[in-house]
């Protein structure tokens, strides 16, 4: 099943990284760089430096999110996760929207670190919510490639833009509620505050550069059942 889904996967996601980004394919496209130093990790170094590269984009029939994490103080482990996603308002040209749902997706999203794969499908919903730029929420089953059997999870990923007077900021993050194949469950957030200060400072135009924090909770860490992770994280934001 696991070669199934990541063949499924490339499917879904090679027309869209395969054509330009003003072609008639890509709606739209974007990338950041992210800079992040916290202390108090659990199971690793207790204080670490993460690069972080994020790509996501929509395009004529779904949605891609990629990212990939490296800390060099945690033996220089990486990380990284790809999340594909099919629209069934934009494959069939119909208008699903019922109350609040904008769209219906088939989802799913490929977990990869050191020694572990993660292969996980499922569906998801676009919300339509004022104020935000998007809130999604998916629910997939596990297919964790170290162990039999399967598990669940469900992943919420949201944006919200907002201004105090003339400083414009950002409160974007996701959560992960997972009952692991074993039967251990955890719960995993990473909200974000940023300020846009390179607009702040008038050195870049709005959305380029990002100063705040990143608060990291992970309960029940890699399913061990009593390891709480709590890491406030400073963060630089640079998006392209």
């Known amino acids: 099943?696991?070669?199934?889904?990541?063949?499924?996967f490339s499917l879904i996601a090679f027309p869209a990284l395969a054509q330009a980004n003003d072609g008639?394919?890509?709606?739209?496209?974007?990338?950041?760089?992210?800079?992040?130093?916290?202390?108090?990790?659990?199971?690793?170094?207790?204080?670490?430096t993460t690069f972080t590269f994020e790509h996501a984009d929509s395009w004529k029939y779904g949605d891609n999110f990629f990212y990939v994490d490296?800390?060099?103080?945690?033996?220089?482990?990486?990380?990284a996760e790809f999340s594909p996603r099919?629209?069934?308002?934009?494959?069939?040209g119909a208008d699903l929207s019922v109350g609040p749902i904008k769209d219906f997706l088939l989802a799913g999203t490929w977990e990869k670190a050191r020694d572990f794969d993660a292969f996980l499908y499922g569906a998801g919903i676009d919300l339509?919510?004022?104020?935000?730029?998007?809130?999604?929420?998916?629910?997939y089953r596990r297919d964790n490639t170290e162990e039999d059997g399967h598990?669940?999870?469900?992943?919420?990923?949201?944006?919200r833009p907002f201004s105090i007077g003339t400083l414009n900021f950002t409160f974007d993050g996701y959560f992960d509620y997972a009952d692991y194949e074993e039967g251990e469950k955890n719960f995993f957030t990473q909200p974000q505050l940023l300020l846009d200060v390179g607009d702040a400072l008038n050195i870049t135009e709005?959305?380029?550069?990002?100063a705040g924090v990143e608060y990291r909770y992970w309960n029940n860490k890699f399913g061990i059942e009593g390891v709480n992770e709590s890491v406030p994280q400073a963060m630089i934001k640079w998006a392209f």
């Open 151 to 159: 598990g669940w999870q469900t992943t919420w990923v949201w944006s």
């Open 1 to 8: 099943m696991r070669f199934i889904t990541l063949a499924i």
């Open 206 to 210: 709005p959305g380029k550069i990002y």
């Open 24 to 48: 008639p394919w890509i709606e739209w496209m974007s990338h950041n760089i992210q800079v992040l130093h916290g202390h108090g990790f659990e199971l690793t170094e207790d204080t670490q």
């Open 70 to 79: 490296y800390s060099p103080d945690a033996s220089r482990d990486i990380n």
């Open 86 to 92: 099919l629209s069934f308002g934009k494959m069939t």
């Open 128 to 139: 339509e919510i004022p104020g935000f730029n998007f809130f999604q929420i998916n629910l």
